[in-house]
């Protein structure tokens, strides 16, 4: 059998194989931020399909942390009836559920939350000490809201340009107090959230950190190095797992999600004003992100050592299951985090099982595009639809 049909322990989590669908953002809550039937279809497909882990899509814990109108909540008691059918549909198929839960910091749109957002340093609209004791409260409150809806973990989100990477990183997090100027203080709101939200945690809930291991910002955010002295500290403070990723969702996407630039469908969803100077920066680097097999392995390899027994995996760019079982042979990841191939094929795990060996996912980065342009999320290699989402 494959090594990656053999179960894992994650915390006190058992897991009946490797795999995990990564978080997965997709538009489909309702506009107050609460679970649709879509939702709760989109992941009882998952389950019925043998993914060992599922991880929700980004759940905001506070109403200035929302993405966009379609991201799904966990900021309020009433968002609990629906949290809590996700988590028994995922249990009715015998899977097992972790929510990701997270503050967009700065990239929040003042469209959606009504107010100018907010992040560490004066350019991204600075946080006062109040506004941060808040942030670490809702992060608290939402961990217990978890423990409710009877979900099997958390997964606090520390990736991709939000809030609590945007305070972990030197690029965003310029501030002078207790907060920021030093390693120390720039890990200290990722601290306190992981200490607060193991709190509120049911016993045996495994508690799991998404953190980037380089951010690709234009001047150095989070690099590798930094990265490994955070999973230390994040080990220190033990975790039971880190998914390791990249990239920022506003500033490099396509370092998050490597592959094509689907210019066409980015053009489209442009005034005429912006679209001629757009369409030549695209051009330029439209090439420039070719996919490579398990983009994010490397850098999970080189924080191993200072995990100790702290779980470890990658995500990004896991597509051949050779490459998949070579790694967890080694002990360089201990699953296999994917998100894109399951939009494509929610049955891949199944697939593998009876002798497929690549997913069929070419990386277009449609989804990514109709993600941001407000359609439901799914895999959308054959084209966006015409009108707008
Ligand atoms: C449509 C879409 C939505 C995503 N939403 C989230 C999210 O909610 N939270 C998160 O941590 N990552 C999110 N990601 C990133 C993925 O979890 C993953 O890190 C990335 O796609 C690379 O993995 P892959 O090559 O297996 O797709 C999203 C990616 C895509 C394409």
Redesign the pocket.
């Given at each position: 059998m494959s090594i990656l049909f053999s179960p894992y322990t994650l915390g006190r989590m058992e897991i009946k194989n490797r795999f995990v669908f990564?978080?997965?953002?997709?538009n489909l809550a309702d506009e107050k931020g609460f679970v649709s039937g879509a939702c709760v279809r989109k992941l009882r497909n998952m389950a019925r399909n043998e993914i060992g882990l599922i991880i929700s899509?980004?759940l905001f814990v506070h109403p200035w942390g929302r993405t966009r109108t379609g991201q799904l909540g966990i900021h309020d008691n009433d968002t609990l009836p629906g949290l809590q059918r996700l988590a028994d549909t995922v249990h009715g198929a015998s899977g097992k559920i972790v929510f990701?839960l997270?503050h967009a910091g700065s990239t929040a749109k003042e469209s959606v939350i009504g107010r100018a957002p907010l992040g560490p340093s004066a350019r991204d609209g600075a946080m006062n000490e109040t506004e941060i004791r808040d942030v670490v409260r809702a992060f608290g409150n939402a961990a217990g809201r978890a423990a409710d809806a009877g979900a099997d973990g958390i997964q606090i989100?520390a990736?991709?340009g939000y809030l609590i990477n945007q305070f972990l990183s030197p690029f965003f997090n310029h501030r002078n107090d207790s907060w920021g100027g030093t390693v120390e203080n720039r890990f200290r709101l990722l601290r306190e959230i992981v200490e607060e939200t193991r709190r509120r945690l049911a016993p045996g809930m495994a508690l799991l950190v998404?953190m980037n291991a380089s951010d690709h910002t234009p001047e150095a955010g989070i690099t590798p190095p930094l990265a490994v002295d955070y999973a230390r500290r994040l080990a220190g403070l033990n975790i039971d797992g880190l998914e390791v990723?990249c990239g920022t969702s506003a500033l490099s996407p396509w370092n998050?999600?490597?592959g094509d630039v689907p210019v066409a469908e980015i053009l489209r969803g442009m005034s005429d004003s912006k679209r001629a100077a757009a369409a030549a920066a695209l051009d330029k680097i439209r090439h420039a992100f070719g996919p490579t097999e398990a983009y994010n392995l490397d850098s999970a390899i080189r924080m191993r050592p200072v995990m100790g027994h702290t779980s470890l995996f990658a995500?990004?760019?896991?597509r051949h299951v050779a490459a998949m079982e070579a790694a967890v042979h080694k002990g360089e990841t201990d699953l296999i985090?994917?998100?894109?191939?399951f939009?494509r094929e929610p049955s891949l795990v199944r697939k593998i099982h009876n002798g497929k060996t690549a997913s069929s996912c070419i990386d277009c980065?449609r989804?990514?595009i109709a993600?941001a342009q407000g359609f439901p999320?799914r895999c959308y290699r054959k084209g966006l639809p015409e009108s707008g989402g």
């Amino acid at each position: 059998m494959s090594i990656l049909f053999s179960p894992y322990t994650l915390g006190r989590m058992e897991i009946k194989n490797r795999f995990v669908f990564s978080a997965c953002e997709d538009n489909l809550a309702d506009e107050k931020g609460f679970v649709s039937g879509a939702c709760v279809r989109k992941l009882r497909n998952m389950a019925r399909n043998e993914i060992g882990l599922i991880i929700s899509s980004h759940l905001f814990v506070h109403p200035w942390g929302r993405t966009r109108t379609g991201q799904l909540g966990i900021h309020d008691n009433d968002t609990l009836p629906g949290l809590q059918r996700l988590a028994d549909t995922v249990h009715g198929a015998s899977g097992k559920i972790v929510f990701q839960l997270g503050h967009a910091g700065s990239t929040a749109k003042e469209s959606v939350i009504g107010r100018a957002p907010l992040g560490p340093s004066a350019r991204d609209g600075a946080m006062n000490e109040t506004e941060i004791r808040d942030v670490v409260r809702a992060f608290g409150n939402a961990a217990g809201r978890a423990a409710d809806a009877g979900a099997d973990g958390i997964q606090i989100h520390a990736a991709h340009g939000y809030l609590i990477n945007q305070f972990l990183s030197p690029f965003f997090n310029h501030r002078n107090d207790s907060w920021g100027g030093t390693v120390e203080n720039r890990f200290r709101l990722l601290r306190e959230i992981v200490e607060e939200t193991r709190r509120r945690l049911a016993p045996g809930m495994a508690l799991l950190v998404k953190m980037n291991a380089s951010d690709h910002t234009p001047e150095a955010g989070i690099t590798p190095p930094l990265a490994v002295d955070y999973a230390r500290r994040l080990a220190g403070l033990n975790i039971d797992g880190l998914e390791v990723s990249c990239g920022t969702s506003a500033l490099s996407p396509w370092n998050m999600c490597r592959g094509d630039v689907p210019v066409a469908e980015i053009l489209r969803g442009m005034s005429d004003s912006k679209r001629a100077a757009a369409a030549a920066a695209l051009d330029k680097i439209r090439h420039a992100f070719g996919p490579t097999e398990a983009y994010n392995l490397d850098s999970a390899i080189r924080m191993r050592p200072v995990m100790g027994h702290t779980s470890l995996f990658a995500v990004g760019g896991w597509r051949h299951v050779a490459a998949m079982e070579a790694a967890v042979h080694k002990g360089e990841t201990d699953l296999i985090a994917m998100c894109r191939p399951f939009l494509r094929e929610p049955s891949l795990v199944r697939k593998i099982h009876n002798g497929k060996t690549a997913s069929s996912c070419i990386d277009c980065n449609r989804c990514l595009i109709a993600l941001a342009q407000g359609f439901p999320g799914r895999c959308y290699r054959k084209g966006l639809p015409e009108s707008g989402g």
